[in-house]
């Protein structure tokens, strides 16, 4: 029984991960909001590259040297590396989405993932928040902007993937509780801002 249950706690954080739950929101709002511009799938393709496949050729080049223990990058010490990495991929593949026209609503995504990267980072080298919680937090407020509030039912979500991360011993409750709710408001009010210029 022990063994059921953490397998299925390390399905459940490698389905609600950062790399699975923000290309398939940004798919989802790309094809719902944009799908009829031309280049639709061009700024598709750079947030998935800025998102999931950069992030984990970076992760698996980095456990690859040595540089850090595990794919989660479960000690707060090995975190500064890739998050600075990320910090300039995003902001790179913001340029490219303005070279590309794309919307503001689109580029923002890459330009606020920089900035809360430069947040996630400043907080590492005090403290471990949980990427997992702000990452699945702050792509459902990009849901709610997009699709308005029956959106927030996915909130239900970040209970099972707070235990389970508790429960693989990744993170405390603390470091999961303020994960989530600093992801959801500061992306949230980082858009409603964004938008109102």
């Not at 991360?165 to 409603?192: D, P, W």
Request: proline share 4%; glycine share 4%.
């Amino acid at each position: 029984m022990q063994l059921d249950t953490r397998r299925f706690a390390s399905l459940v954080s490698w389905i609600i991960s950062p790399v699975v739950v923000a290309p398939a929101v940004y798919l989802l709002i790309v094809l719902y909001r944009y799908s009829a511009k031309s280049s639709h799938l061009d700024w598709f393709l750079v947030l998935f590259l800025s998102a999931t496949i950069v992030p984990m050729f970076l992760i698996y080049g980095l456990k690859k040297i040595g540089r850090v223990s595990d794919y989660n990058i479960s000690f707060r010490e090995q975190r500064f590396l890739p998050l600075l990495v990320l910090v300039a991929v995003n902001l790179i593949g913001y340029e490219l989405m303005k070279q590309l026209d794309a919307p503001r609503f689109l580029s923002a995504i890459l330009l606020f993932n920089a900035v809360n990267t430069v947040f996630i980072l400043l907080v590492t080298l005090q403290w471990k928040i949980s990427i997992h919680l702000f990452s699945l937090t702050s792509s459902i407020a990009l849901l709610v902007l997009s699709f308005g509030l029956p959106a927030l039912v996915l909130l239900c979500f970040v209970p099972l993937l707070m235990w389970s991360r508790m429960y693989l011993k990744a993170h405390n409750f603390m470091q999961t509780l303020v994960g989530s709710l600093i992801g959801f408001l500061l992306t949230y009010g980082e858009f409603k801002w964004w938008l109102a210029l």
